[in-house]
């Protein structure tokens, strides 16, 4: 498990391990370099929470590598991908493209245009009720008013 939305084996799961390992060797030594892939980590972390954490609240900071959603993994490991590749100017059209549509993906998220299946926007909402006595009634007596739903992020 990770505090972050991506590992080194899912990014090297979608580009070979020698690719991404050239792209992160910053001192030659043939190997991802740890500080790095740190970097590309909290990069892609930083750019998803705030796409889209004003939709689903904290809910999303509890998330790691083993619980976020699919699609925020998927997005993760390309944003992470494409920081590596920046370093030593390696971004070929392709990284380029999975780039900007994992950034028009997270627009889509935090517009409400693309859900994301395993999380409920009702998660971030919650049920009011309270009670007053309205001058709407002859009785004195408190009526129960419920407002749902209210958006609080948690």
Request: hydrophobic residues 35%; without cysteine.
């Amino acid at each position: 498990m990770s505090a972050y939305f991506s590992t080194q084996d899912s990014i090297e799961a979608k580009v070979s391990a020698m690719r991404i390992k050239g792209w992160g060797d910053r001192n030659g030594d043939s190997a991802l370099d740890p500080t790095t892939l740190a970097q590309a980590l909290v990069y892609a972390k930083a750019k998803i929470l705030g796409m889209v954490q004003t939709r689903y609240g904290a809910q999303i900071h509890e998330w790691d590598s083993d619980t976020v959603p699919d699609i925020l993994r998927e997005i993760s490991d390309t944003l992470t991908i494409w920081y590596i590749a920046t370093g030593l100017n390696s971004v070929n059209d392709l990284i380029k493209t999975q780039y900007q549509e994992a950034l028009a993906s997270l627009k889509d998220i935090r517009e409400y245009n693309m859900d994301i299946p395993e999380v409920s926007d009702s998660d971030n909402y919650m049920t009011v009720t309270d009670t007053f006595d309205s001058d709407f009634d002859d009785d004195d007596e408190e009526d129960e008013v419920t407002i749902n739903p209210v958006f609080f992020p948690r």
